[in-house]
């Protein structure tokens, strides 16, 4: 949460002007208050007005109270962050401090901050009699995409200037309209391997249709285009009856077989590599 409210070093409120105005009700006058009661007077109004006991449009807002009333965002109160939101917002906020607190349009505010990368919804509030109240929802990153960007949760990519910040994630790949796709797959990839002491490390489709799984300690499981869910359960067996007591001399396997998979030994690749 974010909140702009007023300085406590500021100047004190001074109502003691008269305020006149017609709510569709008998006039309402106020002469030599206090700023005490002034202030709980406005605040009483700001209340009915929020309650939809009172409609104050802009068109109709007394001139009296806005050149009345002094009261404008002062200071802003971040709270913690995984993005940039923090940093972010505070400099954002820093267009509204001084701003009129009747005047000041909320509905900007929230649709200037959803613009921003990180953040999936924003809402905001006045809470009298000088604060502006922010409530920020991130979007929770699920993983990374191939070309920079971040996956969320809710399967839409995204494109903060600090991508890094999210920590170590899976890597994840494929055509943007296929991003749902790619993401239901490696859920159901990572579920299953956690069964098998198997960490998911990234899911990559290719735009032929090929998928291709890497697990955690770097072996690449070739999966093809056609029944993958059943070659991944191949592998999984294989791997549980013959492969589980060698998997570090493992470097890729090959599930596109009807019969079984082959598999390429980190052993096979070291006497292949020409020496410098």
Not at 131 to 153: H, N, T
Request: glycine share 10%; aromatic share 8%.
């Amino acid at each position: 949460m974010v909140a702009v409210d007023e300085g406590e070093s500021g100047p004190p409120f001074a109502y003691t002007i008269g305020l006149s105005a017609k709510f569709g009700s008998p006039e309402l006058c106020v002469a030599g208050l206090s700023s005490r009661a002034a202030n709980e007077l406005l605040g009483k109004l700001v209340e009915d007005v929020g309650a939809g006991r009172l409609s104050l449009d802009g068109d109709h807002i007394p001139a009296g109270i806005h050149e009345a009333q002094d009261c404008v965002w002062r200071r802003v109160h971040p709270s913690q962050f995984v993005g940039d939101n923090q940093v972010a917002v505070e400099r954002a906020a820093s267009a509204w401090i001084g701003k009129s607190y009747f005047a000041t349009d909320l509905a900007d505010i929230k649709a200037e901050l959803e613009q921003r990368p990180w953040v999936d919804s924003a809402a905001v509030k006045r809470v009298w009699p000088g604060r502006l109240e922010i409530d920020i929802r991130e979007k929770k990153p699920l993983a990374y995409w191939s070309d920079g960007r971040l996956v969320s949760r809710a399967g839409e990519l995204f494109a903060p200037p600090n991508p890094d910040v999210a920590g170590s994630l899976p890597m994840l790949s494929g055509p943007d309209e296929q991003v749902r796709e790619v993401i239901s797959m490696a859920r159901t990839m990572s579920d299953k391997l956690v069964g098998y002491g198997l960490g998911f490390a990234g899911l990559s489709l290719e735009q032929r249709g090929a998928w291709t799984l890497t697990l955690s300690n770097g072996i690449e499981v070739v999966l093809g285009r056609d029944q993958v869910e059943e070659r991944f359960e191949r592998f999984i067996a294989v791997y549980e009856n013959r492969l589980a007591a060698r998997v570090d001399e493992v470097s890729r396997i090959d599930a596109r077989y009807s019969n079984g998979v082959a598999v390429q030994w980190k052993s096979d690749v070291a006497q292949a590599t020409p020496k410098s």
